[in-house]
């Protein structure tokens, strides 16, 4: 089972520059949807990738979709060679997004985020906007199922503002 | 909403009347009609943030206590 509160834990105190998106930030804005994993947009830039693979490394990260016999070392160096990683680690399934379809990098993503307080941590969530905008733009069909639900946690954000 | 500040009453009569008579054509009435249970919105919308995850997280334990029962069961 995943651990939410310590992988945030994790990445913040390592300081690492990062965005919740994926199933994760569509249940903080009140998606009923079950999700498994932990989905970050994180910041590409060499420092940022030096903290993430640090804050990872003591939780044995390893790559979901190769065999467990192929060697793979999370740094900064792997983390840099690639752009998108979906990990494994003691605390968790976590996947790493350098870039975020119908959005772009991480600056495009933390713009579109909102500041959240989860479990006492102030985190960067991506916006329902945002969230809409990326299921939109990968369109695949379990992207598309969850696209009514949060269009319609986005009309209830703003009663006021529903519209046909 | 996701700043995490409790919904009072009166937002929450505000979102249950707009859930149960969705205006017609908006996106609510779409979700309604593609079968979405909005009253569970409604629900998770009274959560903070952090208990939405701790919902989602007590579901993950859920299910794969389900699907250890099952991989027991069938190799009883």
């Known amino acids: ?164 | 909403m996701i700043a995490g500040e409790p919904m009072d009453k009166m937002r929450r009569g505000e979102l249950i009347r707009l859930v149960t008579s969705p205006l017609a054509g908006s996106k609510i009435a779409a979700a309604k009609e593609f079968g979405i249970d909005l009253t569970l919105l409604v629900r998770m919308l009274e959560l903070t943030p952090t208990e939405r995850l701790q919902k989602l997280a007590s579901a993950q334990a859920f299910f794969q206590a389900l699907r250890a029962a099952k991989k027991t069961s069938t190799h009883e």
């Open chain 1, 1 to 164: 089972m995943n651990d939410f509160l310590q992988m945030l834990e994790v990445l913040c105190d390592a300081q690492v520059s990062f965005v919740v998106i994926g199933g994760a930030a569509a249940a903080a804005h009140g998606s009923t949807y079950p999700t498994y994993d932990l989905d970050i947009c994180y910041e590409r830039d060499r420092d940022n990738l030096e903290r993430l693979a640090k804050a990872l490394a003591p939780f044995h990260p390893r790559l979901r979709d190769v065999p467990d016999d192929l060697p793979f070392h999370l740094d900064a160096g792997a983390l840099e060679q690639g752009m998108n990683f979906t990990l494994t680690t003691d605390i968790g399934e976590i996947d790493l997004f350098g870039e975020v379809a119908g959005i772009g990098g991480y600056k495009e993503t933390s713009a579109l985020s909102d500041p959240v307080d989860l479990f006492g941590l102030r985190c960067a969530v991506l916006s329902l906007e945002g969230l809409i905008r990326c299921k939109r733009a990968t369109a695949r069909p379990k992207d598309l199922l969850v696209l009514p639900e949060l269009e319609a946690l986005r009309e209830m954000e703003t009663p006021g503002q529903a519209k046909p």
